[in-house]
């Protein structure tokens, strides 16, 4: 592994661990979900860039209830005891509203995407 490869690494595990909050909520504003099915669901939806274990759900969850964020309902299951499904609360779907607005929305913005899409073309390094 090149040290190029290490510090890439690096940065996306500091990346992702931030960035678990957002793929939860935005899971969340569309069906109320168990947290085992959010583990796959994120997955599937980061196209495998961002996973977490269930116990990392459970707790991110569990504070997302404690700040009002979310709330929890017991369902039926077919395969065993009832599960515990979480929804946004209207807080919850405001907070997740404000942080696209101001942290995802910004790569649309026409000189960030040009300089974006200069980087992936290779172009103007700062050299």
């Known amino acids: ?23 939860l909520l935005l899971l969340l504003n569309e069906k109320a979900c168990y947290p085992y099915e959010m583990s796959a669901e994120v997955i599937r939806l980061s196209e495998g860039m961002i996973s ?3 116990n990392s759900i459970y707790r991110a969850v569990s504070r997302f209830e404690e700040m009002g964020l979310v709330v929890s309902e017991r369902g039926e299951s077919q395969l065993g ?47």
């Open 1 to 23: 592994m090149t040290e190029l490869d290490r510090l890439l690494e690096n940065w996306e595990s500091v990346y992702k661990k931030g960035l678990l909050t957002f793929w």
């Open 52 to 54: 977490a274990d269930d």
């Open 81 to 127: 005891p009832p599960r515990k499904y979480y929804r946004l609360t209207d807080d919850g779907c405001e907070l997740l509203r404000r942080f696209i607005e101001r942290n995802i929305l910004i790569f649309q913005h026409p000189a960030v995407a040009e300089r974006i899409q200069n980087v992936m073309n290779g172009g103007n390094n700062g050299r």
